[in-house]
């Protein structure tokens, strides 16, 4: 099944490449019909995550509640998405249909370079997609991995960008500092991965993150804006049910004087 799908998206470069005569470009524009195909799914995971921000004090009341008891809390929780109509996975899919071509370019980037003959480059920029900044280094020496280097660099920041755009719409201020922390620990990581990842694969995350800080920037925040606005006012003043199951007291025997 991997092999077959790993040989369905190297006949989709090879297409590209055909096309368009490069396959770093190729990857480019494959990396632009992936992020046009999901925009509707990232538009409802904006939305998603614009309702659950009207809900989460909603939510922290009934966890607060049923702190003691988890049954009766996962209870309630479900029984508050449903009336609410919201799923809290939501957000989640977007990123799920990504991570399989993302790893898959791994192998699809092997297989480009045995059907190009050599190696697969990116113009006269990036000679070799196949390899990353770190064997570059141990075989070349650093002036001829100064590109890969700024790519792995740039992975790092594209890890970073988008998290602080969405922590600058949150408004609780210790959500902002955890976040920022998160981005800052998740930048440095995703250096030290992309230290040995082939180009062609930073090559396409790096593509897919200015995407999406296009789109942040652009579109995001008004779709944000209008799903609080509507989330608010489906919210506002609807009271969280809450069943309470009230036992009822045995009258006391009255002592004999």
């Not at 995971?45 to 009207?54: F, G």
């Not at 699809?108 to 003959?117: P, T």
């Not at 804006?225 to 045995?250: S, T």
């Amino acid at each position: 099944m991997w092999d077959a799908f790993i040989n369905l998206l190297t006949q989709i470069l090879t297409t590209l490449y055909n096309f368009c005569g490069d396959w770093g470009l190729a990857i480019i524009i494959l990396t632009l019909i992936v992020r046009l195909l999901i925009t509707p799914l990232m538009t409802r995971s904006t939305r998603s995550s614009a309702k659950m921000q009207v809900l989460q004090p909603k939510m922290q009341e009934l966890q607060q509640r049923y702190a003691d008891d988890p049954e009766r809390l996962q209870k309630e929780m479900s029984k508050f998405y449903a009336e609410n109509k919201f799923n809290p996975l939501g957000g989640c899919l977007p990123i799920l249909l990504q991570m399989p071509i993302f790893f898959a370019l791994f192998g699809v980037i092997r297989s480009v370079g045995e059907l190009s003959g050599g190696r697969a480059s990116f113009y006269n920029i990036v000679p070799d997609l196949a390899v990353g900044p770190g064997q570059v280094i141990a075989d070349h020496g650093w002036q001829a991995a100064a590109i890969y280097i700024f790519l792995d660099v740039l992975f790092g920041l594209l890890t970073l960008v988008p998290m602080l755009l969405n922590t600058s719409m949150s408004t609780d201020p210790a959500q902002q500092r955890t976040s920022r922390m998160m981005g800052i620990f998740m930048a440095v990581w995703m250096v030290w991965i992309g230290w040995n990842l082939p180009s062609g694969v930073l090559l396409y995350y790096n593509t897919s993150a200015l995407w999406q800080v296009a789109q942040q920037q652009l579109v995001t925040k008004r779709v944000m804006e209008k799903a609080k606005a509507e989330a608010e006012a489906a919210f506002e003043g609807r009271p969280v049910e809450i069943d309470v199951v009230r036992r009822d007291r045995k009258k006391r025997p009255h002592k004999k004087g």
